[in-house]
């Protein structure tokens, strides 16, 4: 008789989107999201962020403001930057579309909604917020740069595991399409262990990490298709940043050390 196998529990939480763990060479292990937060665990929250998950006689909802880090808002499609563009409050409709990705959210949200769900952003490898680059232009006022590829992403959690390590220009390889037998409804994988868990990397939305000033003002993303902006280059690439806004291209996926 053979006696059955009890699996290990995992190391990493277990709310929200299940989690896959990741262990760089260094020695760093982390855990994080398989799939971009899908906004039937994304309404979990709003349920339970008190006064803000009221609709109105439509079904929309009705909490129009403004997002800041010490308040965030739960609810996405108000703040995009682009008024009367693709976020629109009925963007997000847990209800008919529990299982798609929210969007629309900020750095702000995504921050708070990790931490509801004994999470994180995604930082750096070795523990803490990345660093943000800077540079001073010629009228002498220093600004904040987007990263250059590949130094200042090598200690990014988020491009490790959208890289498949550092080893991939996409999330399954260095070529556009992805091969479809490495495709799902949630978008495509790596194609070796543990990388073959995490889907959506290249092929969902963006997601803002943990390279923050002020205010979540320079918080930046990684991966995620960007509306054809510079599609050559940019269009899924791992090595793909720029401040958020709370757009149609942004998510959330979150990190978490492990237990």
């Not at 990741?22 to 855990?31: D, E, I, K």
């Not at 682009?82 to 997000?92: A, E, I, L």
């Not at 090598?154 to 550092?166: F, H, L, N």
Request: charged share 20%; glycine share 10%; with cysteine.
């Amino acid at each position: 008789r053979v006696t059955p196998v009890t699996p290990a529990p995992s190391p990493c939480p277990s709310a929200g989107s299940p989690m896959v763990l990741l262990t760089t060479p260094s020695g760093w292990s982390y855990c994080i999201d398989k799939t971009a937060v899908k906004q039937k665990d994304y309404e979990v929250w709003v349920k339970a962020t008190a006064g803000r998950s009221k609709r109105n006689s439509v079904g929309r909802y009705v909490d129009p403001q403004s997002v800041t880090c010490a308040n965030p808002v739960s609810l996405p499609g108000w703040h995009s930057t682009d008024v009367g563009g693709p976020c629109k409050p009925d963007t997000y409709n847990p209800e008919k579309t529990p299982d798609a990705p929210v969007v629309c959210v900020g750095a702000c949200e995504a921050r708070a909604y990790c931490k509801s769900v004994g999470k994180r952003l995604c930082a750096r490898i070795g523990g803490g917020p990345l660093p943000v680059p800077q540079e001073t232009g010629a009228d002498g006022v220093t600004r904040v740069r987007a990263p250059t590829w590949p130094d200042e992403f090598a200690d990014s959690e988020m491009y490790y595991a959208c890289s498949q390590g550092g080893k991939t220009r996409y999330a399954w390889g260095d070529t556009k399409p992805a091969p479809p037998e490495r495709c799902s409804t949630d978008g495509c994988s790596g194609a070796e262990p543990p990388f073959d868990e995490i889907v959506g990397m290249s092929d969902g939305p963006s997601s803002p990490e943990e390279r923050c000033s002020l205010e979540g003002a320079a918080c930046f993303r990684v991966a995620g298709h960007n509306l054809g902006s510079d599609p050559e280059r940019n269009e899924g690439a791992c090595d793909y940043a720029s401040q958020p806004t709370a757009g149609i291209t942004t998510g959330i996926r979150c990190c978490a050390d492990p237990l």
